[in-house]
């Protein structure tokens, strides 16, 4: 059933697939990251969760992946597979259709700051269900701008002139380590970072690299 979250990305699809076309040109930490995670992945499966127009999922593919994508918007998707020549589906990252420990590595950008307190670890639960034993994966939230420190949320009615209903939370890296390592996904690297200039909306992010235990 689609939720206020999945409708808001329908709506706002094709102007967000615009507005950050070309983005990770000017993010190298960024890049640097998912060449990590593609390094990791080596020749295994990688889903792209939360991946939105694909972006990242095509530099991924790029740097040799075997990734598919998958998103909670349909039209998000449908945007992705538009634009490239790789596999995507809309998913719910709570409830992932994808078999147990199957895949090698995983990517989670900006998607989990839209799941609340009790929702965030059905999903981590979900991510270490799917890796393979001795599997990686990568998320990235924010975690304070101007106006929000971490636990805060905001609200957005309208984004570029489309009425939506989306709830950001600001998250603390400390609390998701918790979490993330109660689902059985142990801290591999931790990084902080301020926003690029003139790039994205000034907020601080952190990216956590995790890694299923191996058997």
Same mark, same amino acid.
């Given at each position: 059933?689609?939720?206020?979250?999945?409708?808001?990305?329908?709506?706002? $699809?094709? =102007?967000?697939? /615009?507005?950050?076309? &070309?983005?990770?040109? &000017?993010?190298?930490?960024?890049?640097?990251?998912?060449?990590?995670?593609?390094?990791?992945?080596?020749?295994?499966?990688v889903?792209?969760?939360?991946?939105?127009? &694909?972006?990242?999922? %095509?530099? @991924?593919?790029?740097?040799?992946?075997?990734?598919?994508?998958?998103?909670?918007?349909?039209?998000?998707?449908?945007?992705?597979?538009?634009?490239? #020549?790789?596999?995507? $589906?809309?998913?719910?990252? /709570? =409830?992932?259709?994808?078999?147990? *420990?199957?895949? *090698?590595?995983? @990517?989670?950008?900006?998607?989990?700051?839209?799941?609340? !307190?009790?929702?965030?670890?059905?999903?981590?639960?979900?991510? #270490?269900?799917?890796?393979?034993?001795?599997?990686? !994966?990568?998320?990235?939230?924010? /975690?304070?701008?101007?106006?929000?420190?971490?636990? +805060? %949320?905001?609200?957005?009615?309208?984004?570029? +002139?489309?009425?939506?209903?989306?709830?950001?939370?600001?998250?603390?890296?400390?609390?998701?380590?918790?979490s993330?390592?109660?689902?059985g @996904? %142990?801290?591999?690297?931790?990084?902080? =970072?301020?926003?690029?200039?003139?790039?994205?909306?000034?907020?601080?992010? *952190?990216?956590? @690299?995790? =890694?299923?235990?191996?058997?």
């Amino acid at each position: 059933m689609p939720t206020s979250t999945s409708r808001s990305y329908d709506t706002v $699809a094709e =102007r967000y697939a /615009t507005e950050i076309a &070309g983005e990770l040109t &000017g993010k190298p930490l960024d890049r640097a990251l998912l060449d990590t995670l593609a390094e990791l992945a080596g020749d295994g499966p990688v889903l792209d969760i939360g991946c939105g127009p &694909g972006h990242a999922t %095509s530099y @991924l593919a790029a740097r040799g992946a075997q990734v598919t994508g998958l998103d909670l918007s349909p039209a998000m998707c449908g945007v992705a597979r538009r634009t490239t #020549a790789l596999p995507f $589906a809309a998913a719910d990252m /709570t =409830r992932l259709p994808i078999r147990s *420990s199957s895949v *090698s590595a995983l @990517l989670c950008l900006y998607a989990v700051i839209h799941l609340d !307190a009790a929702q965030r670890p059905l999903a981590y639960a979900e991510f #270490a269900r799917v890796l393979r034993p001795g599997g990686h !994966a990568l998320l990235s939230f924010h /975690t304070s701008d101007p106006d929000a420190a971490p636990g +805060d %949320s905001r609200h957005l009615s309208t984004w570029w +002139d489309h009425p939506v209903d989306l709830t950001f939370h600001f998250l603390d890296p400390t609390a998701e380590t918790r979490s993330l390592t109660a689902a059985g @996904l %142990s801290p591999t690297a931790h990084l902080d =970072r301020a926003p690029y200039p003139d790039t994205e909306h000034p907020s601080r992010r *952190s990216y956590l @690299l995790v =890694r299923r235990a191996a058997v």
